[in-house]
């Protein structure tokens, strides 16, 4: 079933508590899916640097794994300015200036890579979403814009890795979440493999995540993108994808899985249900509304 949620501030700048309000959002849509829980949060990006986030377990092994990480960043020339052990993961910050498709490529074979960007840090473990917050401290979180998933798991164990959002394998900042099922997933990911693209899972929002990706460095807007998605893409599929500048929506032609919209001179906030909207504003009779089938919508953050 799983659950998704996505939130812009307008106003608040960099400083909005988009941490805090993505809690609220996936909590109030738990029961969709209370196997694991994460979250895309974008940072304000700096020149030359990029943030890592690795899958490396727990213990000696994770230690072990950890080594063989700074190892292969140093093989890439990337310089560590910023580091932290936390949960089963490892995030740094590091200087890189060469090819990033190739060093993610690369790093994908010590650890698994959650994220790679200028602004974008995935952070996803088991549990609900306070669970997650109680390890990872998600709710100080300050940006613009972020997006989140809850997962039931159907189809791969309850892992960390297994977990949502997805990033876009080889891309900086592109993350995704999803609800649904991608019919032709091996005939849309044997083109893009023959093209040289890698991919680390079997999972098909890390496919749409990719396929979004690569329009994207092609010089298409994200907005364009996402209408072409809706032909290119089969199944029953509502999902969510956003940049370190942009978020965005897009809803398949039978419009099967769920998707409520709040937009305001404040805010868009996007969830599976409408009991995640209700959170940010308890009490309140809202103004919400269901994108209709085969639609699409992007949103630019305005600093």
């Not at 988009?18 to 196997?35: E, T």
């Not at 390890?135 to 798991?153: C, D, E, M, P, S």
Request: charged share 25%.
């Amino acid at each position: 079933m799983c659950g998704i949620a996505g939130i812009m501030f307008k106003r608040n700048g960099k400083d909005a508590e988009v941490g805090k309000a993505l809690i609220s959002m996936l909590d109030g849509v738990q029961h969709r899916g209370p196997d694991s829980t994460g979250f895309a949060l974008y940072y304000e990006p700096q020149e030359g640097h990029y943030r890592l986030r690795f899958y490396v377990g727990e213990g000696d092994a994770a230690a072990a794994t950890i080594e063989r990480i700074r190892e292969k960043l140093q093989d890439h020339q990337a310089r560590i300015v910023e580091q932290h052990n936390v949960g089963c993961t490892y995030a740094v910050i590091v200087q890189f200036h060469g090819d990033l498709q190739r060093f993610a490529y690369d790093m994908e074979h010590v650890a698994k890579v959650f994220s790679i960007g200028e602004s974008l840090d995935i952070v996803k473990d088991i549990g609900g979403a306070h669970d997650v917050d109680d390890r990872y401290k998600v709710a100080n979180f300050q940006g613009t814009h972020g997006i989140g998933h809850v997962r039931l798991a159907t189809e791969s164990d309850v892992a960390p890795d297994a977990s949502h959002p997805f990033w876009a394998t080889g891309f900086a900042d592109v993350a995704i979440v999803h609800n649904g099922q991608i019919t032709n997933y091996w005939k849309m990911r044997r083109r893009l493999e023959k093209r040289g693209f890698a991919f680390n899972t079997d999972n098909d929002s890390e496919l749409i995540a990719v396929y979004l990706a690569d329009k994207l460095s092609q010089g298409w807007k994200l907005e364009a993108a996402l209408k072409e998605s809706i032909s290119d893409l089969d199944g029953t599929f509502s999902f969510l994808v956003s940049t370190k500048d942009e978020i965005g929506y897009a809803k398949d032609r039978l419009a099967a899985k769920p998707m409520v919209m709040l937009e305001n001179d404040d805010m868009i906030a996007i969830a599976s249900e409408e009991v995640s909207l209700n959170r940010l504003f308890p009490g309140q009779a809202l103004n919400t509304f269901e994108p209709p089938p085969g639609t699409f919508k992007t949103w630019h953050r305005s600093i």
